[in-house]
């Protein structure tokens, strides 16, 4: 199954969702009026796009329709796709940490696909014939450890591990020495999500930053949270929260197979404006794929895309 076809099977049920409810506001209304755009606006909220997005969506939608004259309802089904792609557009390089010898964290609460996310990613970057180690950092489990081993000797990736309870800033601290000594190209670091306790994570994510800073200044830094779409507007706080004790500079969205959510991706990137970067769309190696937000926007509204057949 090819890349679109596959994020469009994982999308059926938020397509559902919030395209349905889309095309009957379009073909219920005869008129464009302020009860048009209530419905709308409550429609798009419903598919978990965020209250801000949509308020901006909806002006900028109507605006549009101004200036193009639009007096059916149905005409303006491709302006509002055609918004919700600008909302979204960033405008940047959002992979530019490939091409460099960088250093990504993946940080985020427990359970949202952290591990599975840093083996996914190993996967991908070793496609694209990079040398990439992984730092099991999150030391708080045991079962993290031995989770990150598997999926080191699933895709073939060295890792940098100590026992459980040891200091995460030390397994940095060896993984760093690790990459330098065998020229990595990416170092993948997991980490312990532990946002119950906001201090303790901070003074964690510093201290790393630290030891990064002190024995690898020239590396290029990348810091991505993992959210788990399934939880909707939760996953939006979760990255206020963590946004206040780190910078976050891209965003990883897990188990966008088989939720209805998946309209957050929309509002996380065009309230936070911090790039989506990874969508996963399933449990296996190959289920992360990069986000792009026209390609997701055309995959949720059904948009053909010229590379549908690929
Ligand atoms: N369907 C689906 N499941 C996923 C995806 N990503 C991760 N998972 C599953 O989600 C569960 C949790 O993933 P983990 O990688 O263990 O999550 P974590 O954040 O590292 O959690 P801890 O190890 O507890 O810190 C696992 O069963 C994964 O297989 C995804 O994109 N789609």
Known sequence: MGLFSKLKEGLTKTRNNIVSGIDSVFSGFSKIDDDFYDELEETLIMGDIGVRATE?????????????????PEECKHLLIETIKEKMNLGENAYDFENKQSIVMLIGVNGVGKTTSVGKLAGLLKAQNKKVIMAAADTFRAAAIEQLTEWSKRT???????????????????AVAAAKARNADVLLCDTAGRLHN???LMEELKKIDRVIERSYPEAYRENLIVLDAT??????????????????TGIILTKMDGTAKGGIAVAIQAEMGIPVKY???GEQVEDLQKFDSDVFVNALFDVKENNDEQ
């Open 156 to 174: 073939g990736t060295d890792i940098i591990a100590q026992s459980e309870g040891s200091d995460p800033a030390a397994v940095i601290f060896d």
């Open 231 to 248: 939880t909707g507007q939760n996953a939006l706080s979760q990255l206020k929260e963590f946004s206040e004790v780190t910078n976050i």
């Open 198 to 200: 906001k201090k303790n």
């Open 56 to 72: 901006e969506i909806i002006e900028d939608l109507k605006e549009k329709v101004k200036e193009n004259k639009i007096k059916q």
């Open 279 to 281: 969508i996963g769309v």
